[in-house]
């Protein structure tokens, strides 16, 4: 396929629009996407098509794309799926940049064929395919509506990228009622050519666009997101909101759009590596897309929380630990800065305390010094409509200090109360002020700012060069391939650890029992004993190891024992031999483990080891290859990471071998791509400077035809 596709630029900000199946009928699609491109204000060429010919609003129809002379940059497509590909052959004829194929009946109902040979005619043609199953193109560069949703649609700075068409049709009538402003909202629908990293390539270097909120099912071709989100990242905020969390969310999101949704753990922490802030709901990445360009960053990290009640700032309080907001804490400090507005019977600790019966001056009072302090960085303002509390004042309070202080400092406000609490809230946040019914909802849009703000300031990690044996690697896999199997044999997983250089016990595999006895006596007491055979990968579910074996006659028992039991459990499986191997010293076990995964590629993964790791899920995932920070940070993600730092009197262990590790196994299943699984369960991690060793791997190639 020729590498000759247009600059992304002609999809965003065409000269020139052909709407292939534009109707007479004002109730079809065709009719009102053609009234969005008129009425919306574009001012390129606008040119609509339909066999019947005659005009539309004012303009001429022609029968067929091919009566058009002048270039065109976009088509967008909305005819029954039975003519688009002819409708495609003709566009090429004409030297059509883009298609926009709103049409649905393709890939999202199993008609997988048709679409692949549109994609497949339009590439080889230099033409790119938005869609199918789409609801269009809104760009405000190009005062471009080229979709069948709102008429209205606010400029701003928010970019939307929408993988469902009809969520997409309702978030942009919320924008235009919660007065969000966009720069472009693109629907991707099967992204059948064009996906989310396409579109990025223009968003991410758009100047008007602060914020970019993408909606996603499932992720086709993680590697190039990745290298595409690390990017933008560093410069704008991105917001995610990713359904198929579920089991059946999962399933329910794959018959929709015919994309996999993939393991929602590895989403979420790929997501985090880079970068990107993860939104539960529509709620929450609507209303930090708003926050966002209307705050500056905070400067530092020390937050103060300002209250009429108890109650709710507590509520803020642990808001701001969930979050990621870190409350000044500064006792004296505060004490000297807010007791002159703080009654006696309240609390200048934070949260700043003005109680129940608390005026506008109080607040106002309060606010000044919060705002115009230099060791306080935001400011959380919450209040709770009382008796003796002025809501109208309050109103006016937040509209006064957001105006003088946006700029500045940012400070994010909560109104709980009733009817009046309401229409107060109604009011400012149609002039951008981010106050909320809901503290949580202030906090969490605050912790946004925090979560770009590091961001920014996180130093890049430069790569470190590993160095893995790939020829010797390649060498065993072909073994297995030549074997007929996909499960490596202990002592093959044992050869490419070594390849790799990640320390492992020695060992030896015995074919009798005669030389299990030799073997265990040259590597030394105590020594472990593992069974070798195609057939078995979990070998302690068979009584198919035993530790900690100290003389020779343990050995013998040892030997039949795991002969007998796996013969009795698994009959049919034949057994090479019995490895012999060195006994480790005990230590912390960890799991370090990498994979094909298939939305992201290569991905690896940590967490704390032993036979407990498949309940407990207590692991880390990030895109491979990796760096030693993001190494460091996966580490630190574990809710079993304090164990590494030592406690009761422990010694830390062994952290920089964890991250040598970690590489070692990103680059072998980066590099190693016919290798679909490694792990190494567990890793011994010993103390500070006496390194790890790998006790256990388990290998599986991927699913190919393997060589006679």
């Given at each position: 396929?020729?590498?000759?596709?247009?600059?992304?630029?002609?999809?965003?900000?065409?000269?020139?629009?052909?709407?292939?199946?534009?109707?007479?009928?004002?109730?079809?699609?065709?009719?009102?996407?053609?009234?969005?491109?008129?009425?919306?204000?574009?001012?390129?060429?606008?040119?609509?098509?339909?066999?019947?010919?005659?005009?539309?609003?004012?303009?001429?129809?022609?029968?067929?794309?091919?009566?058009?002379?002048?270039?065109?940059?976009?088509?967008?497509?909305?005819?029954?799926?039975?003519?688009?590909?002819?409708?495609?052959?003709?566009?090429?004829?004409?030297?059509?940049?883009?298609?926009?194929?709103?049409?649905?009946?393709?890939?999202?109902?199993?008609?997988?064929?048709?679409?692949?040979?549109?994609?497949?005619?339009?590439?080889?043609?230099?033409?790119?395919?938005?869609?199918?199953?789409?609801?269009?193109?809104?760009?405000?560069?190009?005062?471009?509506?080229?979709?069948?949703?709102?008429?209205?649609?606010?400029?701003?700075?928010?970019?939307?990228?929408?993988?469902?068409?009809?969520?997409?049709?309702?978030?942009?009538?919320?924008?235009?009622?919660?007065?969000?402003?966009?720069?472009?909202?693109?629907?991707?629908?099967?992204?059948?050519?064009?996906?989310?990293?396409?579109?990025?390539?223009?968003?991410?270097?758009?100047?008007?666009?602060?914020?970019?909120?993408?909606?996603?099912?499932?992720?086709?071709?993680?590697?190039?997101?990745?290298?595409?989100?690390?990017?933008?990242?560093?410069?704008?905020?991105?917001?995610?909101?990713?359904?198929?969390?579920?089991?059946?969310?999962?399933?329910?999101?794959?018959?929709h759009t015919g994309s996999l949704a993939g393991e929602d753990n590895v989403f979420s922490d790929i997501m985090?590596?880079?970068?990107?802030?993860?939104?539960?709901?529509?709620?929450?990445?609507?209303?930090?897309?708003?926050?966002?360009?209307?705050?500056?960053?905070?400067?530092?990290?020390?937050?103060?929380?300002?209250?009429?009640?108890?109650?709710?700032?507590?509520?803020?309080?642990?808001?701001?630990?969930?979050?990621?907001?870190?409350?000044?804490?500064?006792?004296?400090?505060?004490?000297?800065?807010?007791?002159?507005?703080?009654?006696?019977?309240?609390?200048?600790?934070?949260?700043?305390?003005?109680?129940?019966?608390?005026?506008?001056?109080?607040?106002?009072?309060?606010?000044?010094?919060?705002?115009?302090?230099?060791?306080?960085?935001?400011?959380?303002?919450?209040?709770?409509?009382?008796?003796?509390?002025?809501?109208?004042?309050?109103?006016?309070?937040?509209?006064?200090?957001?105006?003088?202080?946006?700029?500045?400092?940012?400070?994010?406000?909560?109104?709980?109360?009733?009817?009046?609490?309401?229409?107060?809230?109604?009011?400012?946040?149609?002039?951008?002020?981010?106050?909320?019914?809901?503290?949580?909802?202030?906090?969490?849009?605050?912790?946004?700012?925090?979560?770009?703000?590091?961001?920014?300031?996180?130093?890049?990690?430069?790569?470190?060069?590993?160095?893995?044996?790939?020829?010797?690697?390649?060498?065993?896999?072909?073994?297995?391939?030549?074997?007929?199997?996909?499960?490596?044999?202990?002592?093959?997983?044992?050869?490419?650890?070594?390849?790799?250089?990640?320390?492992?016990?020695?060992?030896?595999?015995?074919?009798?029992?005669?030389?299990?006895?030799?073997?265990?006596?040259?590597?030394?007491?105590?020594?472990?004993?593992?069974?070798?055979?195609?057939?078995?990968?979990?070998?302690?579910?068979?009584?198919?190891?035993?530790?900690?074996?100290?003389?020779?006659?343990?050995?013998?028992?040892?030997?039949?024992?795991?002969?007998?039991?796996?013969?009795?459990?698994?009959?049919?499986?034949?057994?090479?031999?019995?490895?012999?191997?060195?006994?480790?010293?005990?230590?912390?076990?960890?799991?370090?483990?990498?994979?094909?995964?298939?939305?992201?590629g290569p991905v690896v993964m940590f967490g704390l080891g032993g036979i407990y790791v498949e309940v407990m899920?207590?692991?880390?995932?990030?895109?491979?290859?990796?760096?030693?920070?993001?190494?460091?940070?996966?580490?630190?993600?574990?809710?079993?990471?304090?164990?590494?730092?030592?406690?009761?009197?422990?010694?830390?262990?062994d952290i920089n071998s964890i991250v040598d590790c970690i590489l070692k196994m990103g680059m072998i299943i980066?590099?190693?791509?016919?290798?679909?699984?490694?792990?190494?369960?567990?890793?011994?991690?010993?103390?500070?400077?006496?390194?790890?060793?790998?006790?256990?791997?388990?290998?599986?190639?991927?699913?190919?035809?393997?060589?006679?």
């Amino acid at each position: 396929m020729p590498d000759n596709k247009p600059d992304i630029t002609s999809l965003f900000e065409p000269k020139s629009v052909a709407i292939v199946g534009a109707s007479h009928e004002p109730s079809k699609i065709g009719y009102k996407i053609l009234e969005n491109v008129i009425r919306g204000g574009y001012s390129g060429k606008v040119y609509p098509v339909n066999p019947k010919g005659g005009e539309i609003l004012g303009y001429r129809v022609y029968k067929s794309i091919l009566e058009i002379e002048d270039a065109i940059d976009l088509a967008c497509i909305s005819i029954p799926a039975p003519f688009v590909f002819e409708a495609v052959q003709q566009c090429a004829s004409r030297g059509v940049k883009y298609l926009a194929i709103i049409t649905s009946g393709f890939s999202e109902v199993g008609n997988i064929s048709e679409e692949r040979r549109i994609v497949e005619f339009a590439r080889a043609h230099g033409m790119r395919v938005l869609g199918p199953n789409i609801f269009g193109i809104y760009s405000a560069n190009a005062s471009l509506n080229a979709t069948f949703g709102p008429a209205q649609i606010r400029k701003g700075n928010v970019g939307i990228i929408t993988q469902s068409g009809a969520l997409g049709i309702a978030m942009m009538g919320k924008t235009q009622s919660e007065n969000i402003g966009l720069s472009a909202i693109i629907s991707i629908g099967n992204k059948s050519d064009i996906d989310e990293t396409d579109l990025l390539e223009y968003l991410g270097s758009e100047q008007n666009t602060r914020v970019i909120l993408m909606y996603i099912e499932g992720v086709k071709n993680g590697e190039k997101l990745v290298d595409a989100l690390k990017k933008i990242t560093k410069t704008k905020t991105v917001i995610v909101i990713k359904s198929g969390r579920s089991r059946r969310g999962a399933i329910a999101a794959a018959s929709h759009t015919g994309s996999l949704a993939g393991e929602d753990n590895v989403f979420s922490d790929i997501m985090r590596q880079c970068g990107v802030i993860r939104c539960e709901t529509i709620s929450e990445a609507l209303n930090l897309s708003k926050t966002v360009p209307e705050l500056a960053l905070p400067s530092g990290e020390n937050t103060v929380i300002i209250t009429n009640g108890g109650g709710v700032g507590v509520l803020a309080a642990d808001a701001s630990e969930k979050y990621g907001v870190n409350l000044y804490s500064d006792y004296p400090k505060l004490k000297s800065l807010f007791q002159d507005c703080v009654p006696q019977f309240g609390s200048t600790k934070n949260p700043v305390d003005l109680t129940g019966q608390a005026t506008i001056q109080n607040y106002r009072d309060a606010l000044k010094k919060a705002l115009e302090a230099d060791e306080i960085s935001s400011v959380i303002c919450v209040a709770c409509e009382t008796a003796l509390f002025d809501v109208e004042g309050y109103a006016d309070l937040i509209k006064n200090s957001f105006d003088q202080y946006r700029h500045k400092k940012p400070i994010v406000f909560s109104l709980f109360g009733g009817k009046k609490a309401d229409e107060c809230i109604a009011i400012l946040r149609k002039d951008g002020i981010p106050v909320f019914h809901d503290v949580y909802d202030a906090v969490f849009c605050l912790g946004g700012l925090y979560r770009q703000l590091g961001n920014l300031k996180k130093p890049q990690s430069a790569e470190r060069e590993v160095m893995v044996d790939k020829a010797r690697i390649q060498e065993i896999i072909e073994i297995a391939r030549r074997d007929g199997r996909r499960f490596l044999l202990s002592a093959e997983a044992h050869a490419i650890l070594e390849a790799a250089g990640i320390p492992a016990p020695e060992s030896r595999i015995a074919r009798n029992l005669e030389e299990a006895v030799a073997f265990a006596e040259e590597i030394g007491y105590p020594v472990v004993l593992k069974v070798v055979s195609k057939q078995i990968i979990h070998k302690s579910d068979v009584g198919g190891v035993a530790l900690d074996i100290l003389n020779k006659e343990e050995v013998i028992d040892a030997y039949q024992s795991i002969i007998n039991s796996c013969r009795q459990h698994m009959p049919d499986a034949h057994i090479e031999g019995v490895e012999i191997c060195e006994m480790v010293e005990p230590g912390i076990e960890v799991i370090v483990g990498a994979r094909i995964d298939p939305s992201f590629g290569p991905v690896v993964m940590f967490g704390l080891g032993g036979i407990y790791v498949e309940v407990m899920k207590d692991v880390a995932f990030r895109a491979a290859p990796v760096t030693p920070g993001e190494a460091v940070e996966m580490i630190s993600e574990v809710k079993g990471y304090p164990l590494l730092l030592g406690v009761r009197g422990e010694k830390k262990k062994d952290i920089n071998s964890i991250v040598d590790c970690i590489l070692k196994m990103g680059m072998i299943i980066n590099e190693c791509r016919e290798i679909s699984d490694i792990e190494i369960n567990p890793l011994v991690v010993y103390d500070d400077g006496e390194g790890a060793r790998a006790v256990d791997a388990r290998i599986i190639l991927s699913n190919k035809e393997v060589k006679k």
